[in-house]
Nanobody, 123 residues
Framework: QLQLVESGGGLVQFGGSLRLSCTASGFTLDNYAIVWFRQAPGKEREGVSCISRFTSTTDYADSVKGRFTISRDNVKNTVYLQMNSLKPEDTAVYYC????????????????WGQGTQVTVSS
């Protein structure tokens, strides 16, 4: 069964840090671009960051640039999202998703999705 599992979410204070993990089972991530989306209650889903398969090119939403870092460890079959200087507006359910090779900003182009992990930042 092809599956993505997120972990690492939780409750953190303003200015704190969390590291999210997205681990694949049933397939290897090294041929896939991995994106992190987030969705807060009452808001539209937002693309946060993406890392491509080739050259590990990365992309970030303006709202997280300079605070979040995406990386991949193909040996562990895992992609990470290091989140620093967290703000209450970062509160959301964070999802990772995978598609072949290249990043896309369209959520409909991703084939595999995780179940999501809740991130809550208190003020």
């Amino acid at each position: 069964q092809l599956q993505l599992v997120e972990s690492g979410g939780g409750l953190v204070q303003f200015g704190g840090s969390l590291r999210l993990s997205c681990t694949a089972s049933g397939f290897t991530l090294d041929n896939y671009a991995i994106v992190w989306f987030r969705q807060a209650p009452g808001k539209e889903r937002e693309g946060v960051s993406c890392i491509s398969r080739f050259t590990s090119t990365t992309d970030y939403a303006d709202s997280v640039k300079g605070r979040f870092t995406i990386s991949r460890d193909n040996v562990k079959n895992t992609v990470y999202l290091q989140m620093n200087s967290l703000k209450p507006e970062d509160t959301a359910v964070y999802y990772c998703a995978a598609r072949r090779f290249y990043c896309s900003r369209s959520a409909t182009e991703y084939n595999y999705w995780g179940q999501g992990t809740q991130v809550t930042v208190s003020s």
